[in-house]
């Protein structure tokens, strides 16, 4: 049996020298008095929380997300049957630490709260965005902070530098819920007092399908999370290009049920342990993520 770790990945993935330390130390203690037992070592912390939260230790829970954001959820190109990506190791972290394992249900993004609501799911950690409108169907556990870019055609043809009257008349192809969505539209009556003609949007079920859009020439532009644009760069360095970043007021958040505040509070004291531990910030550089998008874990809450 593989030893296992608090950031709920094997011994040769983790990251937090201080916690792998302090269980290495225990373990040798430990092994001078009694055999070595073939069982994970849990961090003092994550004891406490699983002797405060005992409810979900030893569970198999339901984790909804949209597997198609490379770095934070997606299909292992190695096994077509797994997923990886920040997300999925945060989760596994989150489990590891209050006691339970994770398994997914693929989902389209617009569909990630209403299977959390219908009690397919039992939390969301999906690089999915917690705003006010959201919060009214799931209570949000934050933990990133958002910066997104515009990625456009190579050359930027359009011009178009920032959610503003430069995408009159562009083709923006986005997600269908995506917090950009209204943000574009909000352009309208702008672009129309400006004498401009309106810019439309294309609406798709995931990533891919926008990136593709933009490189069959169907749209002008596609505005998402920056690391998600930037590994669309690097996947299509001729053909693609960051037109800029911009600043969007909210957090990324991890979703759980609005009638279950004890589990939320669980995660959420989980994933404080784990942001405290340093291992938030290892597995955003794992990822290649930007490390400016670490915050402290918060609440959005709606009542």
């Known amino acids: 049996m593989q030893m296992r770790f608090f950031t709920g990945i094997p011994m040769r993935r983790t990251y937090a020298a201080g916690w792998r330390s302090a269980v290495l130390g225990a373990i040798l203690v ?8 073939a069982e994970a070592a849990v961090p003092a912390a994550c004891a406490a929380l699983q002797e405060k939260y005992p409810d979900w230790k030893g569970k198999t829970l339901v984790n909804a997300i949209n597997p198609h954001t490379p770095g934070y959820e997606s299909i292992d190109p190695k096994d077509p049957s797994k997923y990886v990506g920040f997300d999925i190791d945060l989760g596994e972290a989150i489990g590891e630490c209050l006691g339970f394992k994770l398994t997914y249900k693929a989902v389209t993004f617009a569909a990630l709260l209403t299977t959390l609501a219908a009690g397919q799911a039992d939390i969301v950690i999906s690089d999915i965005y ?6 009214k169907a799931a209570d949000f556990i934050t933990y990133s902070k958002v910066f997104d870019g515009v990625l ?15 995408m009159c008349g562009a083709a923006a192809a986005e997600n269908t819920g995506y917090v950009e969505v209204p943000l574009i539209q909000a352009l309208a009556p702008q672009c129309k007092a400006a004498g401009k003609p309106e810019p439309t949007i294309q609406l798709y079920d995931n990533n891919a399908n926008c990136i593709q859009a933009i490189l069959a020439g169907r749209a002008d532009t596609y505005v998402n999370d920056v690391n998600t644009v930037d590994n669309a760069v690097k996947a299509y360095p001729d053909k693609l290009e960051k037109a800029i970043a911009v600043t969007i007021p909210y957090s990324v958040g991890i979703g759980v049920p609005k009638d279950k505040p004890k589990f939320r509070d669980a995660v959420k004291d989980a994933l404080t342990e784990i942001y405290k531990s340093g291992d938030q910030l290892a597995l955003l550089k794992k990822w290649n993520l930007d490390p400016n998008n670490l915050m402290e874990p918060g609440l959005l809450v709606v009542k």
């Open 152 to 166: 456009v055609a190579k050359g930027n043809p359009k011009k178009i530098d920032g959610i503003n009257l430069s």
């Open 30 to 37: 430990a092994g001078l008095c009694a055999p070595m037992k």
């Open 130 to 135: 917690a705003t006010e409108e959201r919060a």
